[in-house]
């Protein structure tokens, strides 16, 4: 009996799109874990348990919280899997920030109200001053192409305090 040499199976390496759906599945599922989590945890502290059924509700609460562990890890790993593949784009400059925040300024397309980004998350940011307020153009690292607008009234008599202004809903940058 004779064994041939097969040929080797053919090894993809992933692309940023399908390892995006990966992490957005991931999320998900982490969503979902950290709920049971939680439940769990709210069930046990309005439960009276018997020292067997304490030892049980235990047991289940530890093997959630590494399931909940593991799920965050292998996030973690694929967020690092993905900054290695991620398509090189430069930030954009300075001007090209005034030039679209000026431009959504005057077609009064901004929605503010939305929750301020992570400090962590910033790749690069501008202000631009239109008396009484001052605006800041901020760029997040997960999304370039897009600027949050930060709008902070600076022309008042009572200066501005860290902390102060509104934040506006991404916005693309390009025209």
């Known amino acids: 009996m004779r064994i041939s040499a097969a040929a080797p199976a053919r090894v993809t390496q992933p692309t940023y799109e399908k390892l995006k759906a990966q992490l957005a599945t991931l999320d998900k599922k982490i969503a979902t874990a950290s709920k049971a989590l939680q439940d769990h945890k709210d069930i046990m502290m309005r439960s009276r348990y018997t020292p067997e059924g304490l030892k049980l509700a235990t047991a289940k609460l530890k093997s959630l919280e590494k399931d909940l562990a593991k799920l965050q890890t292998q996030r973690k790993q694929l967020v690092a899997q993905m900054a290695v593949i991620r398509p090189s ?87």
């Open 89 to 175: 784009t430069k930030p954009p400059t300075a001007a090209a920030l005034t030039a679209a925040v000026e431009r959504h300024l005057k077609a009064g397309d901004l929605e503010f109200g939305a929750k301020a980004p992570k400090k962590e998350d910033i790749l690069t940011q501008t202000s631009v001053h239109k008396h009484p307020f001052t605006y800041t153009a901020i760029v997040l690292k997960n999304d370039p192409t897009r600027m949050i607008v930060k709008k902070v009234l600076t022309g008042g008599f009572v200066p501005a305090k860290p902390g102060d202004g509104t934040y506006s809903k991404p916005v693309s940058i390009k025209p």
